[in-house]
T-cell receptor
Framework: DTAVSQTPKYLVTQMGNDKSIKCEQN?????MYWYKQDSKKFLKIMFS???????INETVPNRFSPKSPDKAHLNLHINSLELGDSAVYFC????????????????FGPGTRLTVL | TQLLEQSPQFLSIQEGENLTVYCNSS?????LQWYRQEPGEGPVLLVT?????EVKKLKRLTFQFGDARKDSSLHITAAQPGDTGLYLC????????????FGTGTRLTIIP
């Protein structure tokens, strides 16, 4: 069984469209995240949710709206897609949120490669 | 300038050689993690170090956290083709900010 799954794996769309990426984890974790990895492989956090509550929003444009219907799901909806949104988007989960002294392991999904034409 | 700089950015060596990858910052981290990412997949955690000066070994991989908790290194002994991948360090800042900051990455290729 896949621990963290994302759909779709690949997404090709035109500028201006609206699209969603879905994420599910079957690990029973309380915290889920969205990351963006650019063409230079730099990985940057976008959002984190703990028990369905938004905890981190890293100055992401409000065209990006995460939604967590329950603890096991964190979906990412993107409005009015732009060329610069092209990247690989990773969902991840961990048992707890605090990553300072609580060195909790994050489990990443396989990624969704978004291409905006 | 990124918060966590990795060097080298690219490394291509022959099977059997040793190598070291560095992860440097001017900031202090509560903990630091190393991940390996293979093409088409998400990063997978290799190790977490939390104490300044800590050294952890994972088979042929040796991880060290700097005394001041600002830097880390990953040393691979007798590299094998299966070690090929993108290596990412990631740190949790000591200010308690509840997020991981990832490094710039090192793409390692081991030539058989």
């Amino acid at each position: 069984d896949t621990a963290v799954s994302q759909t779709p794996k690949y997404l090709v769309t035109q500028m201006g469209n609206d699209k969603s990426i879905k994420c599910e984890q079957n690990l029973g974790h309380d915290t889920m995240y969205w990351y963006k990895q650019d063409s230079k492989k730099f990985l940057k956090i976008m959002f984190s949710y703990n028990n369905k509550e938004l905890i981190i929003n890293e100055t992401v444009p409000n065209r990006f709206s995460p939604k967590s219907p329950d603890k096991a799901h964190l979906n990412l909806h993107i409005n009015s897609l732009e060329l610069g949104d092209s990247a690989v988007y990773f969902c991840a989960s961990s048992q707890d949120l605090a990553l300072g002294y609580n060195t909790d392991t994050q489990y990443f999904g396989p990624g969704t490669r978004l291409t905006v034409l | 300038t990124q918060l966590l700089e990795q060097s080298p950015q690219f490394l291509s060596i022959q099977e059997g050689e040793n190598l070291t990858v560095y992860c440097n910052s001017s900031s202090v981290f509560s903990s630091l993690q190393w991940y390996r990412q293979e093409p088409g997949e998400g990063p997978v955690l290799l190790v977490t170090v939390v104490t300044g000066g800590e050294v952890k070994k994972l088979k042929r991989l040796t991880f060290q956290f700097g005394d001041a908790r600002k830097d880390s290194s990953l040393h691979i002994t007798a590299a094998q083709p299966g070690d090929t991948g993108l290596y990412l360090c990631a740190g949790a800042l000591v200010d308690g900010n509840e997020k991981l900051t990832f490094g710039t990455g090192t793409r390692l290729t081991i030539i058989p």
